[in-house]
């Protein structure tokens, strides 16, 4: 069943819906359309930014990947006889990872961080070929949920060796 899920998030991260005007030269001039699909995103140096290896030892975290999706609307306008494009992007993602940590003490937590941007991507974009384009240009993004940190306590595993 887990690879099921897995196969089902990879052909959603490749489905692209598009709709384009008509022109009759290489690339139409006018371009937009949607994008879905899944993230696996994972924090790391967690550990460097919740525990100071000076302050205290005798610890462990384990950062694990999550699971998480993406999906936007995006729009390219190629201006006529030129190599020449703008490309901008409006997206959300849910994104995460899983923190888990023991000590010698026999006290372990886990913490799922999931959390929620809105990005916007503008791009400049020069298509070298007709369909080999590179880009600049900022993406900006908010975090949407701030605050959004799950805490539980595990006591039912196993101590840590030293």
């Not at 994972?42 to 100071?52: A, E, P």
């Not at 998480?68 to 994104?95: M, Q």
């Not at 010698?104 to 990005?119: P, Q, R, S």
Request: overall charge positive; glycine content about 6%.
């Amino acid at each position: 069943m887990k690879h099921f899920y897995t196969c089902v998030l990879i052909v959603a991260y490749c489905a692209c819906l598009g709709a384009q005007s008509r022109k009759t030269k290489d690339l139409p001039s006018l371009q937009f359309g949607l994008k879905a699909g899944g993230v696996y995103s994972k924090i790391t140096n967690l550990d460097r930014v919740l525990v100071s290896e000076t302050y205290y030892s005798g610890y462990k975290f384990t950062t694990n990947y999550t699971w998480g999706s993406t999906a936007g609307v995006y729009i390219n306008y190629k201006l006529d006889e030129t190599i020449s494009a703008f490309y901008s992007e409006l997206s959300y993602s849910r994104l995460g990872s899983v923190l888990k940590y023991a000590d010698v003490n026999a006290f372990y937590y886990t913490a799922e961080i999931k959390y929620e941007m809105f990005n916007w991507e503008l791009f400049y974009k020069a298509y070298i070929t007709p369909w080999l384009p590179i880009g600049i240009g900022p993406r900006i993004g908010l975090n949407l949920t701030p605050d959004a940190l799950v805490y539980t306590y595990s006591p039912e595993q196993t101590h840590l060796s030293q």
